[in-house]
């Protein structure tokens, strides 16, 4: 039942910055809203393995290999995590994987770019993740109470990815003319991508306004977006990299980075399927969803048997 009143108390507990529960009377709004950010945030995790994953056996040491599957692993946790928050809202985890893999569902524009040389390794822990962890640290504030306390654990090991990503680039950074010339070249490439990561510019986002009124998010893309370029410019400066930016600019009244156009039809381009890799990612996830049918069907004939067991026994 959705009258003026429930709506008007719902919306007092998120201005008192309430925490939402699953049990909770929410507007079917709102909970619609969270299965669209939370399963593409979800989908965005689980594919964001395939990029990195295409450098596990090709990494330069035993120690990068580790750290890299250690992280790899890490993001298949955080998808299952948020799935899980997702289940929460009453949709079965099978129709929302099969939404993007069949379907339309979004993931992040930024894992429809290919991984050319380990240095995109370096550039994606360092700033993908670390403009994973402006977003993600908001989130976990969020007035939904499954999908704030997922955050919390995913933005501790987010804080490792971006670390060992930060701390790969500066060796390479500060070794042979060749490693610098390709962290700089990574660095090229991701950098603009990154800053699409947070969404498009405010006055073209249909969902901003209502995430925030509802405590979903309280910051809008473009305020995330800025508090990243804030923070990352003296990271580049510290290690010796340039960004790609001939516009960035220091403004002293605002203490902000200034910073140029975003190549926004490249964004809507690659979200609309177009991207550089956006056709082999959505077939490597096919292709594992589907040879993994398998243990889905003896997983659920497993539990069938275990309730007829249980059934029994009562
Ligand atoms: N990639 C793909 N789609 C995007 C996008 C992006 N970078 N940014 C926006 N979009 C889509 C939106 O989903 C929306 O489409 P829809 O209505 O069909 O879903 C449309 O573009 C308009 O965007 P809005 O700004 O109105 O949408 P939102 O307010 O939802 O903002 C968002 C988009 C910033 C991605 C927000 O949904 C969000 O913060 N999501 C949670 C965090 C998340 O998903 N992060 C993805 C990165 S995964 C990651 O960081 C893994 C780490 O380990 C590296």
């Known amino acids: 039942m959705e009258t003026k009143e429930y709506h008007k108390k719902f919306q007092e507990r998120i201005d008192n910055g309430e925490t939402i529960e699953p049990k909770d009377w929410m507007p079917e709004r709102y909970r619609k809203q969270l299965i669209r950010m939370m399963s593409q945030h979800a989908h965005s995790e689980v ?22 599957l250690a992280k790899v692993q890490d993001e298949a946790g955080h998808g299952l ?3 899980s928050a997702v289940e929460t809202l009453g949709i079965a985890r099978r129709e929302l994987v099969e939404d993007y893999i ?18 995109d390794i370096c550039v994606i822990g360092w700033l993908v ?14 007035s939904y109470g499954p999908y704030a306390r997922a955050m919390i654990r995913i933005c501790k090991e987010e804080s490792f990815h971006q670390k060992q990503g930060y701390e790969m680039l500066a060796k390479m950074a500060s070794g042979t ?8 070249d990574a660095v090229n490439r991701w950098w ?21 009124k509802w405590g979903v998010k309280s910051k809008t893309n473009d305020e995330l977006r800025q508090s990243f370029v804030d923070r990352t410019v003296m990271e580049a400066e510290a290690i010796g990299l340039e960004l790609p930016d001939p516009d960035l600019n220091y403004n002293k009244e605002t203490g902000h980075w200034e910073f140029g156009e975003i190549p926004w039809d490249e964004f809507w381009e690659v979200i609309r399927g177009n991207g550089p890799m956006n056709r082999e990612r959505i077939r490597a996830r096919r292709k594992a969803y589907e040879e993994g049918a398998w243990v889905r069907e003896a997983a659920a004939e497993f539990a069938r048997k275990q309730k007829l067991n249980q059934e029994k026994a009562s």
């Open 102 to 119: 069949y379907g339309n569902a979004k993931y992040s524009s930024i894992f429809n770019y290919p991984t050319l040389t380990y240095a």
């Open 177 to 184: 003319p060749e490693q610098k010339k390709m962290a700089q």
């Open 47 to 68: 594919v964001g393995m395939l990029p990195e994953g295409n450098w596990i056996e090709r990494a330069p040491s035993l120690k990068r290999k580790k750290i890299l």
């Open 81 to 83: 995590y948020i799935y």
């Open 129 to 142: 993740d670390g403009a994973a962890i402006v977003n993600q640290t908001m989130l976990a504030r969020s």
């Open 192 to 212: 603009w991508p990154t800053l699409m990561m947070f969404g498009p510019p405010d006055d073209e986002s249909p969902n901003n306004a209502e995430l925030i």
